[in-house]
């Protein structure tokens, strides 16, 4: 019931945000050298490493690991990275991996292959064993400012009382966080 609850708003949102991606492409494109796309090797379901497309926000040489753990990650940011990342415009790409399959709306974050600690902790809570989300329970509460423990402990919440009416919250709330822009870093 997921799955298809997850195409068919993946399908109508990517005809509705046609003009935003569009737009935004173009920004990117001609603000800094690069493709436009990044694809970012995530973990997924069971661990299985999936590529996640995201519009490009740092520069081509930047190294691939997470923001935070950048000295000064704002040196990397391209001329229009700061404000796709503030207004997760950044993330539109990501209905191309809810229509795939390897997202969903709703779930935990996906760990990049390299975050070992996360990825070892949500194992060991068994989070692992649901598919990652554009949005989560942990992103509602915090996002880039928890602590990985703290944010596995969310993800884990998550797991035990997943619901319909648990993922539309979830999603409100986000849908606020991003217009407020609360709880973005970098």
């Known amino acids: 019931m997921k799955r298809l609850a997850d195409l068919i708003l993946a399908l109508i949102a990517s005809c509705l945000l046609l003009v935003p991606v ?8 001609f603000t800094s050298r690069g493709p ?6 995530r973990v997924g379901r ?7 497309p995201k519009f490009r926000t740092m520069l081509v040489d930047t190294p691939a690991v997470a923001t935070h753990l950048l000295s000064n990650p704002d040196q990397y940011l391209t001329p229009v990275g700061s404000f796709l990342r503030k207004s ?9 991996s809810i ?28 989070v692992h064993t649901i598919v990652p989300g554009l949005t989560g329970w942990a992103q509602v509460n915090g996002r880039d400012e928890l602590p990985i423990p703290q944010k596995v402990e969310l993800d884990a919440y998550y797991l035990q009382h997943q619901s ?7 999603l409100f709330l986000t849908f606020f966080k991003v217009i407020k822009r609360d709880g973005v870093t970098h």
């Open 99 to 126: 229509l795939i399959g390897d997202m969903s709306f709703v779930g935990p974050r996906p760990a990049l292959y390299n975050q070992d600690d996360l990825i070892a902790l949500r194992t060991e809570k068994n």
């Open 164 to 170: 319909l009416p648990l993922d539309i919250k979830i």
């Open 88 to 96: 997760s415009l950044d993330e539109l790409p990501q209905l191309w």
């Open 46 to 52: 069971y661990n299985k490493i999936f590529k996640m």
């Open 22 to 29: 569009i737009i935004v492409s173009l920004m990117v494109r």
């Open 36 to 41: 436009v796309i990044y694809w970012s090797d």
